[in-house]
């Protein structure tokens, strides 16, 4: 089992929230990480967008929107980016990044397509 | 925030070995730790390996571990990557980063074929 899982693929409709989910392998708790996310454009390199720990530890990145969030589900053991007001800019590729057992841990990414 | 900038990318035959270079400018760089990072065409991000700001901590995923040796010198700044016993699943686009500042250089080309 991989340590993170995303899905492989999200589709929503410009102007509403989409929710990516990140989660933990069973046995690896979501509480004990802080998450990275970062979105992948055809051509280019990653570009940071956050880091979630908690409310008292996270970070925006550099000109990233507020539309972006990161938070936790404590009940999924997940990790969850949120994009509030989608939109047709927002369609790429979504991995999530962890720091477990002197690695970085990559989900195998999510494609946002916004319709 | 530091830029960073790979070089030493190409075409290489199998069981050939290349040698990757990231220049970094900006930040004081002993002040990143940095990781190799790689993307196999269509596919998702792979870790390879990480160093510790000072040079003293270095880690390698499974799929390079033996084959792959991680160095930096903070006096120029730069970070590489020695690759040896190159095979063919080892054509990506290869980016050095510092995850945690989210710093990410444009990516060097290595295609191993024959």
């Known amino acids: 089992q991989a340590v993170l899982t995303q899905p492989a693929s999200l589709s929503a409709s410009p102007g509403v929230s989409a929710s990516l989910t990140c989660t933990l392998r069973s046995g690896i708790s979501v509480g004990m990480y802080r998450i990275y996310w970062y979105q992948q454009k055809p051509g280019s390199p990653p570009r940071y967008l956050l880091k979630y720990n908690s409310d008292s530890d996270k970070q925006q990145g550099s000109g990233v929107p507020s539309r972006f969030s990161g938070s936790k589900d404590a009940s999924a053991n997940a990790g969850i980016l949120l994009i509030s007001g989608l939109q047709s800019e927002d369609e790429a590729d979504y991995y999530c990044v962890i720091w477990h057992s002197s690695a970085w841990v990559f989900g195998g990414g999510t494609k946002l397509t916004v319709l | 925030q530091v830029q960073l900038v790979e070089s030493g990318g190409g075409l290489v035959k199998p069981g050939g070995s290349l040698r990757l270079s990231c220049a970094a400018s900006g930040d004081t760089f002993s002040d990143y730790h940095m990781s190799w990072i790689r993307q196999a065409p269509g596919k998702g991000l792979e870790w390879i390996s990480y160093?510790?700001?000072?040079?003293?901590?270095?880690y390698y995923a499974d799929s390079v571990k033996g084959r792959f040796t991680i160095s930096r010198d903070n006096a120029k700044s730069s970070i590489y990557l020695q690759m040896n016993s190159l095979r063919v699943d080892d054509t990506a686009i290869y980016y050095c980063?510092?995850?945690?500042?989210?710093?990410w250089g444009q990516g060097t080309l290595v295609t191993v074929s024959s």
């Open positions: 160093i510790s700001g000072s040079g003293s901590a270095m």
């Open positions: 980063a510092s995850l945690k500042g989210g710093n």
